[in-house]
């Protein structure tokens, strides 16, 4: 079956350390997302990427760093530079393209990061 | 930016009870989508509407466009325990194509 596979689903780290959320989609998707959830907040971009190669700061991209060298795979790097990074990490993929404006994104199961 | 206001933040209801919840804003859009998010999953598509007006729905799901383009509803007809969750409207945002704005949600828990 298709899907967004996110991994691992919880994580724990030590402030002061980089970590790399992995996301990896075999929808044969163009654009990928990381989004955000804090609780009563709801889910806020941080960055997206619309094709292979390339990607664009979202509304909360400090402290945060992604790459997209594959069409499958887009990970997300949280640096030691984010001053409150524990929170719910979700990755969307979508068929991308201007002709799919309101295309649904479709959403993986989530990291929980908790920094100590 | 585009902001939508999703009401009510949570709600506590009984098994059986029907439960409405809405999202507005300031703003006009073509295009209103109604998400809900179990608890540690991601959020997943109920549905999209795509005209003014429209109303449709998805079993005991159903949500309608407004008129205005301004706003949309979504109801859930007697409601079992597994309605539980994050209920989130979303809109395209418009500086961008396939860029979305999230409501802040509506927690629904359902007591037995």
């Known amino acids: 079956d298709g899907g967004i596979t996110q991994s691992p689903k919880y994580l724990f780290r030590k402030e002061g350390q980089n970590v790399t959320l992995s996301c990896e989609q075999n929808?044969?998707?163009?654009?990928m997302y990381w989004y955000r959830q804090d609780p009563g907040q709801g889910l806020r971009l941080i960055y997206y990427s619309q094709i292979v190669n390339d990607f664009q700061k979202g509304d909360i991209a400090e402290g945060y760093s992604v790459s997209r060298e594959k069409k499958e795979s887009f990970p997300l790097t949280v640096t030691s530079a984010q001053k409150n990074p524990t929170a719910f990490y979700l990755c969307?993929?979508?068929?991308?393209?201007?002709?799919?404006?309101?295309?649904?994104?479709?959403f993986g199961n989530g990291t929980r990061l908790t920094v100590t | 930016g585009q902001q939508l206001n999703q009401s009510p933040q949570s709600m506590f209801i009984q098994e059986g009870e029907d439960v409405s919840m809405n999202c507005t804003s300031s703003?006009?859009?073509?295009?209103w989508l109604w998400y809900k998010q179990d608890p540690g999953e991601g959020p997943v598509l109920l549905i999209a509407?795509?005209?003014?007006?429209e109303l449709t729905s998805n079993g005991r799901l159903t949500a309608q466009f407004g008129i205005t383009r301004k706003d949309s509803f979504l109801n859930i007809s007697a409601s079992i325990p597994s309605d539980v969750g994050i209920y989130f409207c979303a809109v395209p945002r418009t500086d961008s194509w396939g860029k979305l704005q999230f409501g802040a949600g509506t927690q629904v828990v359902v007591t037995p």
């Open positions: 703003s006009i859009f073509n295009t």
């Open positions: 929808l044969n998707h163009d654009a």
């Open positions: 969307a993929s979508s068929r991308g393209g201007p002709s799919s404006y309101n295309s649904p994104l479709h």
């Open positions: 509407l795509y005209k003014a007006g």
